[in-house]
Structures are given as structure tokens and as C-alpha cells.
């Protein structure tokens, strides 16, 4: 998929995100300082080492956690510990801020209709040829949110979660170019696809919403 982390499917990042237990445990992963153990997240979340152990079974096989291997005590099998995954090895962290920022600086003095025009051209750049409801997802999980599903709110539409938004500071005092951005960068995943999108910016304090319909 144009746009995608080497190694990483979009199906498999649809799956894997589509369970809420899993997007905290990415949370987590990526506040943490280091790495993690099962332990430590188990802890945290209140989930069984079980069920973390099979959540992050799911997000490793999709590309989004990484996992090292080091030495416990005593002389048992080295222990497993966890990190957010980075979407390329090559690639620098900050990756979906430099993009939000090129788009930025594309629509400056242009308003919220140069707003959407730059994020088209990043939803093109990430945009691939598989089903809408993936493509979405996929380029969320690269920009830093963290996708789910919901019902649609009427016949024929699929609701797609964006909690934590990780520009929803600067969202919240410029909607105008954030959120305009944010809509154009979801035309242009989707454009030809047959299907239209509308975004439902901060619907809940860190949660906005992209509302899907086919054409």
C-alpha cells in the first residue's frame, strides 16, 4: 500500500485495532519511556497476562509492536519486552508531524479551502486500492490515531473511531486548517473509490469520527 510501513498490512492493521483492549495497549506502548514487559502491561490495563499475550500476538503479526528480547534472572528463557513499533526503521518518529506540517505550510493564508487542497495530496500519497474502511484505517494508525469501529448512524454508513488525535491541541485552537486538513486527507484516501466521507471533528473530548457512505 502506497503510503504504508514497509511489512505492514492493511488488513491486518484493520483487525488488529479493531479491538478496543488492543488500542490501549498501543496507548501504553507508545507513552511508555521504554520498553514493556507482559507483566507490566498486564498491570496497567487490568487485562490478564493471557490476553495480553494474545493482544500482542495480533499487533506484532500486523507491524505495529516490536519485541526484544532480553535476559531475565536466573538462567530460564530470555524474557520478551515490547515498543510501539516505528513505521520504517529508516523512518524518523515524528514522521506524521513533518507530513502534517508540509500540508501546513502548503495551505498557509489560504483558508480552509487550501486547508482541504493540501490534504488532499497527503490522502493521495497514502491512499492504496484496497477497501475504503481499511484505507482509513491504515492511514490513521500512520498519522497517530488510534482507529475503531462503530455502528453507522444511518443505513448504508460505516463510522470510523479517531481517538487520540495527536495534533488536538493545535486542532482544537485552529479547526479551521487542522480539522480541514484532516478532511482532505480522507477525500483524497478515497477518492474514485465510490465512496464519500465526512469528518465529525472532537465528538467526544479526544475523540473525532469519519463517517463513510458508498456512493
Known amino acids: 500500500m502506497t503510503g504504508m510501513p514497509r511489512g505492514v498490512?492493511?488488513?491486518?492493521?484493520?483487525?488488529?485495532?479493531?479491538?478496543?483492549?488492543?488500542?490501549?495497549?498501543?496507548?501504553?506502548?507508545?507513552?511508555?519511556?521504554?520498553?514493556?514487559?507482559?507483566?507490566?502491561m498486564a498491570a496497567a490495563t487490568g487485562l490478564s497476562v493471557a490476553t495480553v499475550r494474545h493482544h500482542l500476538a495480533t499487533l506484532t503479526e500486523a507491524g505495529l509492536v516490536t519485541a526484544t528480547a532480553s535476559a531475565g534472572p536466573g538462567r530460564g528463557r530470555p524474557r520478551l519486552r515490547y515498543a510501539a513499533g516505528r513505521p520504517d526503521p529508516e523512518e524518523e518518529a515524528d514522521t506524521p508531524f513533518r507530513e502534517l506540517?508540509?500540508?501546513?505550510?502548503?495551505?498557509?493564508?489560504?483558508?480552509?479551502?487550501?486547508?482541504?487542497?493540501?490534504?488532499?495530496?497527503?490522502?493521495?500519497?497514502?491512499?492504496?486500492?484496497?477497501?475504503?474502511?481499511?484505507?482509513?484505517?491504515?492511514?490513521?494508525?500512520?498519522?497517530?490515531?488510534?482507529?475503531?469501529?462503530?455502528?453507522?448512524?444511518?443505513?448504508?454508513?460505516?463510522?470510523?473511531?479517531?481517538h487520540e488525535c495527536p495534533y488536538r491541541e493545535l486542532a482544537r485552537a485552529r479547526p479551521e486548517v487542522v480539522?480541514?486538513?484532516?478532511?482532505?486527507?480522507?477525500?483524497?484516501?478515497?477518492?474514485?473509490?465510490?465512496?464519500?466521507?465526512r469528518l465529525l471533528p472532537f465528538i467526544g473530548s479526544d475523540l473525532c469520527a469519519a463517517d463513510l457512505r458508498t456512493t
Not at 490513521?140 to 470510523?160: E, K, L, Q, V
Open 101 to 162: 506540517a508540509q500540508a501546513l505550510a502548503e495551505a498557509v493564508g489560504g483558508g480552509p479551502g487550501a486547508s482541504r487542497e493540501a490534504g488532499l495530496g497527503w490522502g493521495r500519497r497514502l491512499a492504496g486500492s484496497g477497501p475504503a474502511a481499511e484505507r482509513v484505517f491504515a492511514a490513521a494508525a500512520r498519522m497517530g490515531f488510534a482507529p475503531g469501529d462503530a455502528p453507522g448512524p444511518a443505513p448504508g454508513t460505516r463510522r470510523i473511531l479517531l
Open 9 to 40: 498490512d492493511a488488513q491486518r492493521v484493520h483487525h488488529a485495532l479493531a479491538v478496543p483492549s488492543r488500542r490501549r495497549l498501543m496507548t501504553l506502548l507508545r507513552e511508555a519511556d521504554g520498553l514493556l514487559g507482559v507483566d507490566d
Open 179 to 197: 480539522c480541514a486538513v484532516h478532511q482532505g486527507v480522507l477525500d483524497g484516501l478515497l477518492e474514485s473509490s465510490g465512496t464519500t466521507v
